[in-house]
């Protein structure tokens, strides 16, 4: 049986969990280890979301274990997990650093992805 197929075979909410934990090591080991200061920036303003991404699914995992949880619970539990999670992990970084850009000096705060976001926004603003 390959990873994949392994991994697949799961429940859904040790994929999760698996998903969310490699992610908070992925922005911890950037918020240590990136080249840039923005990336370094958007790994510790990420690393606590992850961190508690993962540990609220393996606790919804050990409820639903115990058939406390319906279907429709966990459903909307782990749905509410990915929309924090977007919140907290993906739009308040990027948020902070359009912010940081149009407060300083030119080309600080230059990620690649920033520019481009904030060049869509002043072309839906127009």
Do not use: K
Not at 72 to 78: E, F, H, K, P
Not at 88 to 116: G, Y
């Amino acid at each position: 049986m390959s990873l994949w197929r392994a991994i697949c075979a799961l429940p859904n909410l040790i994929q999760d969990l698996i998903v969310y934990t490699l992610a908070a090591l992925f922005a911890g080991l950037n918020s240590i280890y990136a080249g840039t200061a923005d990336y370094r920036e958007w790994g510790t303003l990420s690393l606590v979301p992850y961190l508690v991404g993962a540990a609220a699914v393996a606790s919804l995992y050990l409820v639903h274990r115990r058939r406390l949880l319906s279907v429709v619970i966990l459903r909307r539990a782990r749905l509410s997990v990915v929309l924090l999670l977007a919140v907290a992990a993906v739009l308040v970084p990027l948020l902070s650093e359009l912010t940081w850009r149009a407060t300083a000096t030119r080309n600080a705060h230059a990620q690649p992805e920033v520019a481009v976001i904030e060049r869509a926004g002043d072309r839906i603003a127009l």
